[in-house]
């Protein structure tokens, strides 16, 4: 891909963090740095609304704080089997993709299963982090704490936001309190997505059944060098039989493959043409026939505006879902810096006293750390390629 074809297709995300870096250097006086990549901008924005919840509420949200210290401890839980679940795919299978990748909207990062569309990755990466950070501030409130700050922050190029309660006066608090704060973000993200499966399944889908009417499918990707592209499939067509099954959306053509094996031949077609595909397997699975295409349903009335405006929600709430879960987990990892680090923290100097749990939550820290960037490798490996051969290709 040249140079203007690549300004020209990520025209949106390019404008976006020429702002954001336009705006700090305007800004630099009232951000502090931090490590040379971390710029913290501290506001007022927000404390009111922190304040009047986490009081007018405090008896609730202190239950479900203490609700989420459980809910927290089995999110770490889960994420380390992640983590040595990835280990072992490493190892035994290094063509399976890493169960952590970096999100950057708008941005396909190399070697990255990965991708989040630029418009709903920003829309939804806010509105999840915002839900994540306000939750701490509102719990810590509920106990008894000032909120002195709220703010935004920036890792290099990934945004975030942060709220900051009395740190002073969290330490002398008793270590369920401090755990119900630092397991207030997760705790929050993980009801959001359950409130997102709520509206799916008395709004949306409910919506989407009366006026959407599916009448095929179409494939946004057909991956170079598949069977799907190998037999002449193509992007933006509308499919509707594989083999002799009548296929008018996502979910009758992953149907339609649950009597399908691999090194199977099967036809896929519309009115006007067919094509015959063999279907082949992945590494990492190798019992599940693929062809190489990512799918999306087609509707009959999708040129409709308000069809248009129902679709983008829905794709913004599964985002949101799909973010809402990643964040929550991602910030249960037992590094000192996220939730999850701090509540073992906790746990650690409470069993071990202050300075050999410090040593230990260290120690998990440093290991953790590696093992992640080991795990991220193939997505380094593959970005630095990228980027090396991309400066090839402008000399």
């Known amino acids: 891909m040249g140079f203007f074809s690549s300004v020209a297709q990520y025209k949106w995300v390019i404008l976006f963090y020429l702002i954001i870096i336009l705006f700090i250097i305007i800004k630099r006086k009232k951000f502090q740095f931090q490590a040379k990549f971390i710029a913290l901008y501290r506001t007022k924005i927000g404390l009111r609304i922190i304040n009047k919840i986490g009081t007018k509420y405090k008896r609730l949200i202190r239950t479900m704080g203490y609700f989420g210290i459980i809910i927290g401890y089995i999110g770490m839980a889960v994420i380390i089997v992640f983590i040595i679940k990835g280990i072992h795919d490493f190892?035994?299978?290094?063509?399976?993709?890493?169960?952590?990748?970096?999100?950057?909207?708008?941005?396909?990062?190399?070697?990255?299963?990965?991708?989040?569309?630029?418009?709903?990755?920003?829309?939804?990466?806010?509105?999840?982090?915002?839900?994540?950070?306000?939750?701490?501030?509102?719990?810590?409130?509920?106990?008894?704490?000032?909120?002195?700050?709220?703010?935004?922050?920036?890792?290099?190029?990934?945004?975030?936001?942060?709220?900051?309660?009395?740190?002073?006066?969290?330490?002398?608090?008793?270590?369920?309190?401090?755990?119900?704060?630092?397991?207030?973000?997760?705790?929050?993200?993980?009801?959001?997505?359950?409130?997102?499966?709520?509206?799916?399944?008395?709004?949306?889908?409910?919506?989407?059944?009366a006026y959407v009417h599916p009448v095929g499918v179409s494939f946004l990707e057909v991956e170079p060098g598949m069977p799907a592209e190998q037999a002449g499939l193509k992007t933006g067509v509308v499919y509707t039989r594989i083999n002799n099954m009548t296929v008018t959306s996502v979910k009758d053509f992953i149907r339609a493959f649950e009597n399908i094996s691999v090194n199977e031949t099967i036809i896929i077609g519309n009115d006007e043409e067919n094509h015959t595909v063999t279907t082949t397997s992945r590494p990492e699975n190798p019992d599940q026939p693929v062809i190489g295409v990512t799918v999306e349903t087609r509707l009959s009335n999708e040129d409709n505006v308000l069809v248009k405006v129902f679709i983008w929600l829905v794709g913004l709430l599964n985002w949101v879902f799909i973010l809402s879960i990643g964040l929550g987990l991602a910030n249960l990892l037992p590094l000192g810096i996220v939730d999850g680090g701090r509540m073992l923290q906790v746990s650690l100097t409470r069993s071990f006293g202050e300075k050999k749990g410090n040593n230990i939550m260290a120690k998990v820290t440093i290991i953790l750390l590696i093992i992640i960037l080991v795990l991220l490798w193939p997505i380094i490996e593959a970005t630095l390629s990228a980027l090396i051969n991309g400066v090839s290709s402008l000399i």
């Open 91 to 209: 190892i035994f299978i290094p063509e399976a993709p890493p169960p952590i990748a970096p999100v950057l909207p708008g941005v396909p990062v190399p070697g990255s299963p990965v991708f989040v569309p630029f418009w709903y990755g920003i829309i939804s990466l806010f509105i999840v982090v915002c839900i994540h950070e306000f939750s701490h501030g509102i719990v810590a409130k509920a106990h008894g704490l000032n909120v002195k700050n709220t703010g935004i922050v920036f890792f290099g190029p990934l945004i975030g936001a942060f709220v900051e309660p009395d740190e002073k006066k969290l330490k002398k608090k008793k270590d369920a309190v401090k755990c119900s704060v630092f397991s207030a973000g997760p705790l929050s993200n993980i009801l959001t997505a359950g409130a997102v499966i709520l509206i799916f399944a008395f709004i949306a889908n409910p919506i989407a059944a």
